[in-house]
């Protein structure tokens, strides 16, 4: 009996060790995985930074050649003065020189009236060659400053477009960023006719969020809020730091006037309801300098109608994410 007890033990199969053995593997792999995530995080973190000072030498060297090329024109101005004053002065003498040749084929006879003319027209003529020679040199001068302007004026068309290849890059990342938080948006609220996209914008009507003529955040409202924040906060850790981001909130309002001991007009109320969602925005944890209130009263309609469905489109809380 004890011989066919063992042999039964021997029969069976253990598979823990197998277990364990694959279990450690795919921890292993696991490990791996976020080794490599984190180590391509911190080499394009790097990359964005190295990119970011690129950009501030462009912009600095970009001041530096206009700074130079506004020295190099004033300069120009002033050879081309100095060339136009010894035209003058070479046309005078001219002038004068010929005019006492003149007066020496006339007084031919009057040997002294001679010699003097003769001396006075071979100082003109020394004269009138050395302006020539200055004037030679000032248009050579001329030109090659007109070359450096030209070069120069090159070189910041140059890296005005660089620039704006920069520039275009952090836009188009930031329109990816915006893109990928309203698609989010999309998939969490829905399709509900009162909350809906329009353009780059994410729009609530009022009703979604305040009680008529109030600019106070119910507890409903605020949960309706909830996702909204969760997604951008979750957005806002993939965007690098050297995109200047923000979350604009801008309140409106239908055109027929308030006037309570609250609010004395459109303007107070439309900037009360955004003022309220930004403070409950950085009470959610989104970063504060990255917030941005403003009303626009009744100044921007969706809908220029006067029918109650115009009114209702026109109340409207907005969030666009943009660039500061």
Known sequence: MALGRTRGRRGSIDIWPGFVDALAQLLMVIIFILLVFTVGQFYLSDALSGRDEALKQLQIKISALADELALEKQTSDTLRGNAATLAAQLKAAQDERDALSAKLSTAATDQQTVQAAKA?????????????????????????????VKSQQDQIVELGKKLNLALASKVEELARYRSEFFGKLSEILGNRPDIHIVGDRFVFQAEVLFDPG?????????????????????????????????????????????????????????????????????????????????GFADKQPIDTGSTDDAYRKNRRIELKLTER
Not at 120 to 139: G, P, S
Not at 239 to 268: C, K, M, Y
């Open 214 to 294: 109030g600019a106070d955040l119910s507890d409903a409202a605020k949960k309706q809020l909830d996702p909204v924040f969760a997604a951008l906060k979750t957005i806002a850790a993939k965007i690098p730091p050297d995109i200047h981001w923000v979350l604009e909130i801008d309140g409106h309002t239908d055109h027929r006037a308030i006037h309570t001991d609250q609010f004395a007009s459109n303007w107070e109320l439309s900037t009360a309801r955004a003022i309220s969602v930004v403070r409950y925005a950085i009470d959610q944890g989104v970063p504060a300098d990255h917030l941005a209130a403003a």
């Open 120 to 148: 006075q027209v071979e100082e003109l003529t020394a004269e009138i060659a050395a302006l020539k020679d200055q004037l030679a040199k000032v248009a050579a001068a001329l030109d090659v400053s007109n070359t450096t």
